[in-house]
C-alpha cells in the first residue's frame, strides 16, 4: 500500500504546480483563463483544456481524502471548475441571438465566437475578424460538461440554462455537413480564412452528442425537465463521415496531430479498430519529431521562414515550411495518455521520457511544457538536407496551459492517482469494445382489413392500424414536429429543434407521453411525398437496407424496432386483387428469422415494448409552454385522416369491363412523354412539320399490331392483371420556339404529338393545331372533355394545358363539384402513382415541385465523402454542387439547372438518392470518382438503353423515363459497377413482341456479349449485333468511365510524383505546372481536385480515358526510376497517345482507306480505343513505347521498354 503522507506531498506538488501554472491566471469576476499576463483574450478550448487538470486534481483529492484539508482543497479545485465552466456559459448565454440564427444558417458570422474577454466576458473582436466558427471548442465544452455532471460536479443551475445547452447540442449535431476553421483557427492551411470540414471537428461533436445524450443536468437532484436529448441520427451521420474522412483531417491537411484527441482522450470516438490505428499509425509516421509532434505537414506557424508582416501564405511558398515545421511537446503527453488508457506500457514509457527530456525546470523546480520548438533561422538550410538533426529552441507560450493541463494529468494517471475511469465516468473509452449481434425487431401492419385478409389468406397473420391501440403510430413527420418543441424557450429567444428530417435510428424507438406509446413509421415509407415508395420492389428493397442499417448502427439499449406499413399501394390490383409476390417473399424471409443476413424477429407491436428501447417525451411537459403542447399534441393525436373526394372519373375506371384484346401489354412502353438527354442529339432532329407528321404515324404504327383488325381505330390495351389500357400519347419537348408561351406560370411546355384513343377525336385537333390557331382553343371544350374522359394520359394533357396557361389557382367544375387546377394535379400524381405510370409520375411530381424528403442528406453523404455533385447538363446548364446545402436551397438549385425539363428534375433528385444509398452500403464503386456529375450520368443510361434497345436517342429517353423507380436504381449501380442488362423480347398471345428490362448481374469483363431471347428468323441478325457488342467492348468501357470520371486508385498522387520531376503537363492545352508540388502535398484533395478540372476541359469521354491511361504510363517511370529521372520541359500528354496511335497502327499494317474510316475522337482509331490495356499488343504496351520515343528514356533498338503493365 502506499504510504499517506508520501501520496499527500504529491498531491500537494501538483497543487503548487497547477497554482502556479494554470489557476494564479484564473479572473475572480468570469472565472476565465487570459492567454496570458499581457493578452487578456480566452479562448474556449484553451480553457477546456486547462481546466481538465483542475478536475483531475480534485478527482484525486476526493479519492485519497482521509482528512479534512483534503476534502477542502477538492471542493476548492471543484469550485474552480465550476466556476470556468459557468463563466465560459454566461459568455456563450449572452450570444443567444447568434446560436438562434446559425441553428437555421449554419453560416460563419452566425457562430459563437472562439474567444472572449476574461475581464468582462465580452467578445473581444468582431465576427469577420476573427475564424470564431470552431465547432471542435464548442463540442469539447460540452463532452467536458457532461463527464464532470457525470462525475459529480453541479454546472447547470436553472432551467433556463439546461435549454441552452440543448440549443448547443443543435448547433453541433449539424458538424458532419457544416466547414469550419479547425482546432488550429486557420481552416485551409493557406491561412486565407476558408473554411473546411474537419475530422477533428466532426469526431469532437461525435462523443459529444453520444456523450450528453439522456443525461441530467442537475446531476442527482434533477427531474425530467433537466434532462437533455440528442438524435442518434445525427450522432451516426457524424461517425460515417469521420470514418469515411479518417486519417484524412480536410480537404488541405491529409494528416493533422490533432486527430489524437478524436481517436484517444478526451473524444473517444471512433469505435473502428483498425481505423484507429491506421490513424495513430500515420501521426506518428508522418508528424512526429525529436521534440514533439507538428501540427501538420508544411505548417507554417512560427517557422524561421514564415512572414511575421501577414497571417496569410501565399500557395506557391507553403514548400518552404517542409521539414521545418513547428514541433509541439503537448502531443507527447496525448500519446502517454492514449497509452494509459489502452494499456500500452511501451508507448507510455517512450513518450513520457521525451516529455520529460523537453520540460522546462525553473529555479523554483517547477516543470513546465514550452508550446512549440523552432528551428533556429541559422540552421534551417541544415534541416532541410537531414530532418531532425538540429537542435531546435522553445518559443511561445511558457508554460503551454493546454499542454500543461495535459502533462498534469498524465503525470496523475501515470501515479496511480487516477484510473482511466476516473477521468472518464461516461465510459466514453469502452467506444471501440465489442457489440452483441443485434436483433431487428420487425412489425408488419396493414392500412385496413381488406389488406389484413388479403395477406391471411397466404398465410400471413398482421395487425391493422387500429388493432393496435392503446399504441399509437404515427409516420416520422409527426416526430419531427413533436422535437420542434425540444429545446424551445420563450424567455431566450429559442425556438427549439430546426424541422429537420428524423432519421431511421429515431424511429426504431418507442417513445412514452404521459400515459401513451407512441410509435413511428420510419421516414423512407412515407407514401405522402415523394413518389418512391409507391414502387413496391425499390420499397422492399429500401426496407432490407434499413434493416442492414439498424444492425450495424444500432449504439442504443434494447432492441431496434421496424415498422413496415402495408397499403393499397403496394397492390397492383390484379384479377385477384393480391398482394405482389415481392411482398409475400419478403415476408416469408422475416418469418424465418434472418433477411439480407441480419438476425430479425417478426411480431406483433405489442409483444416488442418490453424489450424495445423507449424514450420518455418529457419535455412537453415543460409548463413554459403548456397551452402550446396542449393544443399542439391534441392536434396530432386527433388528427382526421384526409378524406379529399376523388374529381377524374376514379370509379369509372375501375368498373370498366376487362377488354380480352389480344394487344394485352401494347403501350405500356410508351408512356408520356420523352426527354432530350443529349444536347448535341437534340439539335440534329429537330424535326421540321412534314417530318412531325411522319413520326405521329410512325408512333401511331407502334402502338398496337391490330390496328388493321379493327379498321384503322387503335385498340385499347390490357394490362397482364387485366385492368384496361387506353393507348396513350405521350406529351413530349417542343419542336419549335413559338410553342413557348410568354408569361407562362410555368417553364415547362408541350406540344402533344398523336391521339389517345378513338373516343376523344378533339384532343388530336386542339394540342395539333398551329400556333396561329392555338390562341382560339375553346377551353371550355377542354373541360367538357376532362369531365368525359376516363383515359389517364387525356386527363393529364388537358390538366397539364390548363395549368400552363390558366395557372395553379385556376377554378373548374368536374362533375358539379368545385375544385382548382392544383388539387387535379395531386390527383393526378396519385392516380399514376397508383397504376405505376412512371413517366408520368415524375412529369407530375415535377409540376407539383416536389422534394425528396433526404435530398439534402443524400447530397451530404455524397459531398462530405469528398465527391463534388453537378446537376443539369453541361456546358450551360450544369450547376456544381461543393458544400451541402439546406434542402429548399438544393431543390432549387436542382429545378433550375433542369429549367423546362421537369421529369429530369424528379430523375435527378431520385439518382442523388440512389448515389448516396450507394456510396454508404458500396463505397467501393466510388473509389477515384471526384466529381459525380449527375445530368452526365443520365446521359449515359440513356446511351445504354439506347445501344441495348437499338433505337434512337429520344425512344431510348423515354424508356429510361418511364422506368420503375427500383429498375433505375439497378439500371444506375450496373453503369457504376461496370456490369451488364440485357433487353427480353418475350412474345404475347397474339404472337406480338414486346420489349422487357431485365438486368443482369454478371460483369462487364466476364460478359462478352449481351444475351436476347429472340424469334428463331432473326438469329443471323442478332448474331451480327452480339459480334458488334464484344468488338466494341473496351471502346464503351472507355466512354462510361470517362463520363463517370473514373480513375484508377492511387491516381492523383502518383500524378503529383509526375508533376515532382518535370516543369509541367500539357493536356489538350491546359497546364499543370510545377509550381502545385510546391503549393499542395501528395495526399491532399485540392490536387486531385484541380487535375480533375484539367481532364474534365476534354469533351469526348473516351479520349479523356487514354489521358488518364498515359498519365499512369508516366507514373510507373516515376515509380520505378530510383528517382534517377528529371525532365527539364514540359510533357505533352496528348502528344503520347498520339505516338501511341501511330505506333498501333503501323504495327497493325492497317491500310490508309480503311485508317482513315475507323477515326474516332480526336483523331484516334476507333480499334485503338478498342483494345485492352493490357497484354502486349495492349495500349498499355503502345503508350510506354509512344514514351520512350518522346521523352529520353533508355530502350533498345525497337524503342521497346522494359517495364511490367497489369
Known amino acids: 500500500m502506499r504510504n499517506r ?288 509532434f507538428c501540427r501538420f505537414l508544411r505548417d507554417g506557424y512560427k517557422t524561421a521562414r514564415e512572414d511575421p508582416n501577414r497571417l496569410h501564405y501565399e500557395p506557391w511558398e507553403l514548400q518552404v515550411f517542409e521539414r521545418i515545421e513547428c514541433q509541439w511537446p503537448m502531443f507527447f503527453a496525448l500519446f502517454v495518455l492514449d497509452g494509459l488508457f489502452n494499456g500500452r506500457e511501451e508507448q507510455v514509457k517512450k513518450y513520457s521520457e521525451k516529455l520529460d527530456s523537453v520540460m522546462i525546470k525553473t529555479d523554483e523546480g517547477i516543470h513546465l511544457l514550452p508550446e512549440l520548438y523552432a528551428v533556429h533561422k541559422e540552421m534551417v538550410e541544415q534541416e532541410y538536407k537531414t530532418p531532425n538533426s538540429q537542435k531546435r529552441e522553445a518559443i511561445g507560450r511558457l508554460p503551454h496551459r493546454w499542454g500543461q493541463s495535459l502533462y498534469i494529468i498524465s503525470k496523475l494517471v501515470q501515479e496511480g492517482f487516477l484510473s482511466p475511469g476516473e477521468l472518464d465516468p461516461l465510459n466514453r473509452r469502452l467506444v471501440s469494445e465489442p457489440k452483441p449481434d443485434i436483433v431487428v425487431q420487425v ?249 412531325l407528321q411522319e413520326s405521329l404515324k410512325k408512333f401511331e404504327r407502334g402502338i398496337t399490331v391490330d390496328r388493321e383488325q379493327s379498321g384503322g381505330v387503335p385498340i385499347p390495351t390490357t394490362s397482364a392483371h387485366g385492368r384496361s389500357h387506353d393507348v396513350e400519347f405521350p406529351i413530349q419537348r417542343p419542336h419549335s420556339p413559338n410553342l413557348h408561351l410568354k408569361g407562362s406560370l410555368h417553364p415547362l411546355h408541350y406540344s402533344h404529338q398523336s391521339p389517345c384513343s378513338s373516343s376523344s377525336p378533339q384532343l388530336f ?166 466529381r459525380l456529375r449527375v445530368g452526365l450520368i443520365i446521359q449515359v443510361m440513356a446511351s445504354e438503353l439506347a445501344r441495348t434497345l437499338k433505337c434512337t436517342g429520344d425512344e431510348a429517353s423515354e424508356h429510361l423515363m418511364n422506368l420503375s423507380p427500383f429498375e433505375m436504381k439497378t439500371l444506375l449501380h450496373h453503369i457504376l459497377s461496370g456490369k451488364e442488362f440485357v433487353i427480353s423480347t418475350e412474345k404475347n398471345s397474339n404472337m406480338s413482341q414486346s420489349q422487357t428490362l431485365i438486368l443482369d448481374d454478371r460483369n462487364l469483363s466476364m460478359m462478352q456479349k449481351s444475351i436476347h431471347h429472340i424469334d428463331p428468323n432473326d438469329l443471323e441478325k442478332d448474331d451480327e449485333g452480339v459480334e458488334s457488342d464484344r468488338q466494341g467492348q473496351w471502346l464503351r468501357r472507355r466512354r462510361l468511365d470517362g463520363a463517370l470520371n473514373r480513375v484508377p486508385v492511387g491516381f492523383y498522387p502518383r500524378v503529383w510524383k509526375v508533376l515532382k520531376m518535370c516543369h509541367g503537363l500539357v493536356i489538350e492545352g491546359q497546364h499543370l505546372p510545377h509550381s502545385l508540388t510546391r503549393e499542395m502535398t501528395p495526399g491532399e484533395f485540392k490536387f486531385a481536385l484541380h487535375v480533375e478540372m484539367v481532364l474534365n476541359r476534354i469533351p469526348q469521354p473516351e479520349y479523356r480515358q487514354l489521358m488518364v491511361e498515359a498519365l499512369m504510363v508516366l507514373t510507373l517511370l516515376t515509380e520505378n526510376d530510383n528517382s534517377k529521372l528529371s525532365f527539364s520541359t514540359l510533357i505533352y500528354v496528348d502528344k503520347i497517345v498520339q505516338t501511341a496511335n501511330a505506333i498501333y497502327l503501323k504495327d497493325q499494317k492497317i491500310p490508309s482507306d480503311v485508317m482513315e474510316h475507323s477515326k474516332g475522337a480526336a483523331g484516334i482509331s476507333l480499334h485503338f480505343y478498342d483494345t485492352a490495356p493490357s497484354g502486349r499488343f495492349g495500349t498499355m504496351s503502345y503508350l510506354c513505347r509512344a514514351l520512350a520515343t518522346i521523352l529520353p528514356i533508355p530502350v533498345d533498338k525497337d524503342a521497346n521498354v522494359d517495364c511490367a503493365v497489369s
Open 765 to 930: 385537333h386542339f394540342f395539333h393545331q398551329g400556333t396561329k390557331q392555338e390562341s382560339i382553343i375553346n377551353v371550355d371544350e377542354l373541360v367538357e372533355q376532362l369531365n368525359n374522359t376516363e383515359v389517364l394520359h387525356e386527363q393529364a394533357d388537358i390538366i397539364h394545358y390548363l395549368y400552363l396557361h390558366k395557372g395553379p389557382d385556376w377554378e373548374i367544375t368536374i362533375d358539379g363539384k368545385k375544385c382548382y387546377i392544383k388539387e387535379l394535379l395531386v390527383e393526378l400524381y396519385e392516380k399514376a402513382g397508383h397504376w405505376k405510370h412512371w413517366g408520368l409520375v415524375r412529369h407530375t411530381a415535377g409540376l407539383l415541385k416536389k422534394r425528396v424528403e433526404e435530398l439534402a442528406l443524400a447530397a451530404t453523404d455524397l459531398l462530405v465523402r469528398q465527391k463534388q455533385l453537378s446537376v443539369g447538363l453541361p456546358p450551360d446548364r450544369e450547376r456544381v454542387i461543393m458544400r451541402p446545402l439546406p434542402p429548399d436551397e438544393l431543390a432549387k438549385i436542382i429545378f433550375d439547372a433542369c429549367g423546362e425539363d421537369l421529369s429530369t428534375a424528379s430523375l435527378t433528385q431520385e439518382l442523388l438518392i440512389y448515389l448516396a444509398m450507394f456510396i454508404r452500403t458500396e463505397p467501393k464503386l466510388f473509389n477515384e470518382m471526384l
Open 5 to 292: 503522507s508520501n501520496s499527500g506531498v504529491r498531491l500537494d506538488y501538483y497543487q503548487r504546480l497547477l497554482n502556479k501554472t494554470i489557476l494564479k491566471y484564473q479572473n475572480p469576476v468570469t472565472g476565465l483563463l487570459p492567454a496570458s499576463e499581457e493578452n487578456s483574450h480566452a479562448w474556449v478550448r484553451d480553457n477546456v483544456y486547462a481546466v481538465l487538470s483542475v478536475w483531475a486534481l480534485a478527482l484525486a483529492y476526493r479519492k485519497t481524502a482521509d482528512l479534512d484539508e483534503d476534502r477542502a482543497k477538492a471542493y476548492e479545485l471543484e469550485q474552480s471548475v465550476v466556476k470556468l465552466m459557468r463563466g465560459l456559459l454566461r459568455c456563450m448565454m449572452s450570444q443567444v441571438e447568434k446560436l438562434e440564427r446559425f441553428k437555421h444558417t449554419q453560416h460563419v458570422n452566425d457562430s459563437l465566437h472562439a474567444k472572449y474577454c476574461s475581464k468582462t466576458g465580452k467578445t473581444v473582436v468582431g465576427d469577420q475578424a476573427w475564424g470564431h466558427l470552431q465547432i471542435d471548442a464548442t463540442s469539447l465544452y460540452i463532452l467536458s460538461l457532461a463527464q464532470m455532471t457525470a462525475s459529480g460536479l453541479q454546472i447547470i443551475f436553472t432551467l433556463d440554462e439546461v435549454s441552452f445547452v440543448q440549443n448547443l447540442i443543435f448547433y453541433i449535431e449539424t458538424a458532419y455537413r457544416t466547414p469550419d476553421y479547425g482546432i488550429w483557427e486557420r481552416g485551409d492551411k493557406t491561412n486565407h480564412g476558408l473554411p473546411e470540414l474537419n475530422s477533428s471537428s466532426i469526431g469532437m461533436a461525435k462523443a459529444a452528442l453520444e456523450a450528453i445524450n439522456e443525461l441530467d443536468l442537475f446531476g442527482a437532484r434533477g427531474g425530467p425537465l433537466s434532462v437533455v436529448h440528442v438524435l442518434p441520427d445525427e450522432a451516426q451521420q457524424c461517425q460515417a463521415i469521420l470514418l469515411s474522412m479518417l486519417p484524412r483531417e480536410s480537404n488541405s491537411k491529409e494528416i493533422d496531430a490533432a486527430l489524437l484527441t478524436v481517436i484517444s482522450f478526451p473524444a473517444f470516438a471512433v469505435d473502428d479498430g483498425e481505423k484507429v490505428e491506421e490513424t495513430r499509425d500515420s501521426i506518428v509516421t508522418k508528424l512526429e519529431g525529436k521534440y514533439g
Open 443 to 691: 412489425v408488419i401492419l396493414a392500412e385496413d382489413e381488406f389488406i389484413q385478409s388479403k395477406l391471411w389468406e397466404h398465410g400471413i397473420k398482421v395487425q391493422t392500424m387500429e388493432e393496435v391501440r392503446p399504441l399509437q403510430v404515427f409516420p416520422a413527420s409527426v416526430l419531427t414536429q413533436i422535437y420542434s418543441l425540444l429545446g424551445r424557450n420563450k424567455k431566450m429567444g429559442l425556438t427549439g429543434r430546426p424541422k429537420n428530417e428524423i432519421g431511421l435510428l429515431a424511429t426504431s424507438k418507442l417513445y412514452t407521453y404521459r400515459d401513451q406509446i407512441l410509435a413511428f413509421i420510419p421516414q423512407t415509407a412515407d407514401e405522402h411525398q415523394f413518389y418512391l415508395p409507391k414502387d413496391t420492389l425499390l420499397k422492399l428493397d429500401m426496407f432490407a437496407n434499413d434493416v442492414g442499417f439498424l444492425s450495424s448502427y444500432w449504439g442504443s439499449l434494447g432492441r431496434p424496432l421496424l415498422i413496415f406499413p402495408v397499403s393499397t399501394n403496394l397492390n397492383y390490383l390484379d384479377v385477384g386483387h393480391n398482394p405482389p409476390g415481392a411482398l409475400i417473399g419478403t415476408i416469408k424471409k422475416l418469418q424465418s428469422g434472418y433477411i439480407a443476413g441480419t438476425r430479425v424477429h417478426l411480431g406483433n407491436l405489442a409483444d416488442f415494448v418490453t424489450t424495445s428501447c423507449i424514450t420518455k417525451l418529457s419535455f412537453l411537459r415543460d409548463p413554459s409552454h403548456s397551452e402550446e403542447v396542449k393544443h399542439f399534441v391534441g392536434d396530432i393525436f386527433n388528427r382526421i385522416p384526409d378524406t379529399r373526394p376523388r374529381l377524374l372519373s376514379s370509379s369509372r375506371i375501375k368498373t370498366r369491363p376487362r377488354s380480352h384484346s389480344k394487344s394485352s401489354v401494347h403501350g405500356i412502353v410508351r408512356r408520356s412523354r420523352s426527354i432530350q438527354v443529349d444536347p448535341a442529339q437534340a439539335k440534329e432532329r429537330v424535326p421540321s412539320p412534314p417530318s
